[in-house]
């Protein structure tokens, strides 16, 4: 008889909002494992940030050499952000998220700044 494998379960602040537009695998929800990362690992309290595909997008921005499986915009709003992954990308969703959540933490504590310039992008 295998032994049922036990949750954690976290209450997270209504300011730290999360909305995914993309499907969740089966054994995890993508919008928790987003705030588990911002609110319980690296403490933030306010965020708004929708999850969502767009390959042309991220075209847009790949290199013959590149292949961008994600960005995220921080947008003009305060706290605000939009994170684009690519349909079926070539990783883990965990690993892309992961890695865009540090690009986060830069960005709320002003370490990262992101700029487009003739269609590219340019990180500061």
Same mark, same amino acid.
């Given at each position: 008889? /295998?032994?049922?494998?036990?949750?954690?379960?976290?209450?997270?602040?209504?300011?730290?909002?999360?909305?995914? #537009?993309?499907?969740?695998?089966?054994?995890?929800?993508?919008?928790?494992?987003?705030?588990?990362?911002?609110?319980?690992?690296?403490?933030?309290?306010?965020?708004?940030?929708?999850?969502?595909?767009?390959?042309?997008?991220?075209?847009?921005?790949?290199?013959?050499?590149?292949? #961008?499986?994600?960005?995220?915009?921080?947008?003009?709003?305060?706290?605000?952000? /939009?994170?684009?992954?690519?349909?079926?990308?070539?990783? /883990? #969703?965990?690993?892309?998220?992961?890695?865009?959540?540090?690009?986060?933490?830069?960005?709320?504590?002003?370490?990262?700044?992101?700029?487009?310039?003739?269609?590219?992008?340019?990180?500061?």
């Amino acid at each position: 008889m /295998s032994k049922k494998k036990e949750r954690n379960t976290f209450t997270f602040p209504e300011t730290f909002q999360v909305t995914s #537009l993309i499907e969740s695998p089966r054994d995890y929800d993508i919008t928790d494992l987003v705030k588990v990362i911002g609110n319980k690992i690296m403490g933030y309290d306010t965020a708004n940030i929708t999850i969502y595909s767009n390959n042309s997008i991220l075209n847009k921005y790949s290199t013959k050499d590149i292949e #961008l499986q994600a960005i995220l915009y921080k947008n003009i709003v305060p706290h605000t952000y /939009s994170l684009i992954i690519r349909e079926d990308p070539g990783v /883990s #969703l965990e690993s892309i998220i992961c890695h865009e959540m540090v690009h986060f933490d830069q960005n709320e504590r002003g370490d990262l700044v992101m700029e487009e310039k003739d269609n590219k992008l340019y990180f500061i």
